[in-house]
């Protein structure tokens, strides 16, 4: 089992533009949850799918948006992307309900030049 | 406000010696503490949550709800301690379930 995989590993984009990163979860795994983690700081949570819905969404803006596919896959989408939006992108996969088993991705470095 | 404050970003010991990373929170109501590390060029992974009560490595950690501190203790460091240690928060509410709250994480440096 390869665990939780993202994809790229790293990508940098320009000022305004947009970004699709991506996430297969561990299997047996029906939840995706999409972290930003800027440099020298803990992650931050963005938003949780589930059942192919948004169930739960941190502070973040409207640029922010994701989508969870029937294999349980997820994307996460940044729209208008800003020189801050540079962080790495962690997800992580667990079954619904359950914190324990919370497997993480290695993440997708982001850089807005 | 949900909050986790890890106060040190860095904990340099020697081997041998004892370690305590500190954690406290806030949160209103009962939360599930966990505590994550990262060692060098590899992912986050779960070390230990309070809810276990267990000894993962040689570390504990105990949930002081006075203090609502979670601190993380090992009596004698090793040098593969080496690594980034992140205390984190989840409410127990289901509408919280799955949402861990992240401190800013601290560096133990085990020294030879």
């Known amino acids: 089992d390869a665990g939780v995989t993202q994809s790229p590993t790293h990508l940098i984009k320009t000022r305004g533009q947009q970004v699709t990163l991506r996430c297969s979860p561990k299997s047996g795994h029906d939840t995706v949850s999409w972290y930003q983690q800027a440099l020298g700081q803990g992650p931050q949570f963005i938003f949780q799918y589930y059942e192919e819905e948004e169930r739960q969404r941190g502070n973040f803006p409207d640029r922010f948006s994701g989508h969870q596919f029937p294999n349980y896959s997820s994307e996460l989408n940044v729209n208008a992307l800003l020189l801050g939006d540079s962080a790495l992108y962690l997800c992580?996969?667990?079954?619904?309900?359950?914190?324990?088993?919370?497997?993480f991705g290695s993440g997708t470095r982001l850089t807005v030049v | 406000a949900q909050r986790v404050t890890q106060p040190e970003k860095l904990l340099s010991v020697f081997k041998g010696a004892p370690v305590e990373l500190k954690c406290n929170y806030s949160y209103s109501g009962s939360p599930e503490l966990f505590w994550y590390v990262q060692y060098s060029r590899q992912r986050l992974q779960l070390l230990l949550r309070h809810i276990s009560r267990e000894s993962i490595k040689g570390f504990t950690a105990d949930l002081n709800k006075g203090e609502t501190s979670f601190h993380l203790k090992k009596p004698f460091a090793q040098e593969e301690d080496s690594a980034m240690y992140y205390c984190?928060?989840?409410?127990?509410?289901?509408?919280?379930?799955?949402?861990?709250?992240f401190g800013q994480g601290t560096t133990l440096q085990v020294k030879p």
């Open positions: 984190a928060l989840s409410g127990q509410s289901s509408s919280n379930t799955g949402k861990l709250i």
């Open positions: 992580a996969s667990s079954s619904f309900g359950h914190l324990y088993g919370y497997t």
